[in-house]
């Protein structure tokens, strides 16, 4: 069991979807009772695996015809910062891009400051060592004290081929290692997701685009790409709904997959 925690104060950001390019705005609100909510057109959407519905490259989650997409920086950002409780409302069909990750969002919500909210809530513990295959992709999970998340990654071709980064998320290094990971893209995808109409609000200042020997960025750093998918791990997983606790190492991982094992874990609990 633990106390969960909302903030102190709101936030608000304004910018661009990384999909459509247009204006999205978001304002974060405290909440008392338990979880995280999207407000839509009126519309609540819980931040829930139960929500989620099929999008190419992110995660987005729908409700009584009401849809928001890009959710997983966000939530990821409120999952490190210890936000369990939270009131989120959109103006626009995505979450803003802002810079590319999640550090804008964890400065903006740490700087808002974290309290206390009501009554105590169970977490979801791993509770022993298992491989779970979901197609390309495989998690192995183990118990711990706390919760650790390491995601390997393989882009045969590119300098990507073979990388692998996570850690604890009580760390302050590690937590510092993934909010700052930016979206990445191979080089010869990007005409395939600009003629699918998506990444319109993308640059080399919020994405990280990867080549045979190298990045096209001028400013990439160590394992930026895998930090990254820690990054979209972590906020698939916020959708099982309470606080996890145990290690997850994901191989070849992707949003449908870690939506899978969102969805196995809470319904199993553990």
């Not at 008392?32 to 959407?45: L, M, N, P, Y």
């Not at 919500?109 to 105590?120: K, L």
């Not at 169970?122 to 197609?135: D, R, T, V």
């Not at 096209?216 to 750093?221: C, M």
Request: aromatic share 6%.
């Amino acid at each position: 069991m633990f106390i969960p925690q909302t903030l102190k104060s709101s936030v608000a950001l304004a910018g661009v979807g990384l999909h459509s390019g247009l204006p999205c705005r978001v304002e974060i609100h405290p909440r008392r009772s338990f979880g995280r909510v999207f407000i839509c057109d009126g519309i609540s959407i819980p931040a829930l695996v139960e929500y989620t519905t099929e999008t190419p490259r992110c995660t987005t989650l729908a409700h009584d015809g009401a849809t928001v997409s890009m959710v997983e920086h966000l939530l990821a950002a409120l999952l490190l910062a210890g936000v369990d409780n939270a009131e989120i409302l959109v103006d626009g069909a995505e979450i803003p891009v802002l810079d590319g990750g999640g550090a804008t969002w964890y400065q903006e919500i740490s700087a808002a400051g974290i309290c206390a909210a009501d009554g105590e809530i169970a977490e979801i513990a791993i509770q022993e060592a298992q491989w779970i295959s979901c197609g390309e992709s495989e998690f192995f999970l183990c118990p711990a004290d706390g919760l650790s998340v390491y995601a390997a990654i393989s882009f045969p071709g590119t300098v990507a081929e073979c990388q692998m980064a996570g850690g604890g998320t009580d760390d302050a290094e590690v937590r510092g290692q993934i909010i700052r990971a930016r979206t990445f893209a191979l080089e010869r995808e990007v005409r395939e997701l600009l003629d699918a109409n998506l990444a319109h609000g993308g640059s080399l200042q919020t994405a990280v685009i990867l080549c045979g020997d190298g990045y096209l960025n001028e400013h990439v750093w160590p394992l930026e790409p895998a930090w990254h998918k820690v990054l979209d791990l972590l906020g698939d997983l916020a959708l099982v709904g309470t606080r996890l606790r145990g290690h997850i190492t994901a191989v070849r991982g992707g949003h449908r997959s870690h939506i899978a094992l969102a969805r196995q874990l809470r319904k199993s609990g553990g």
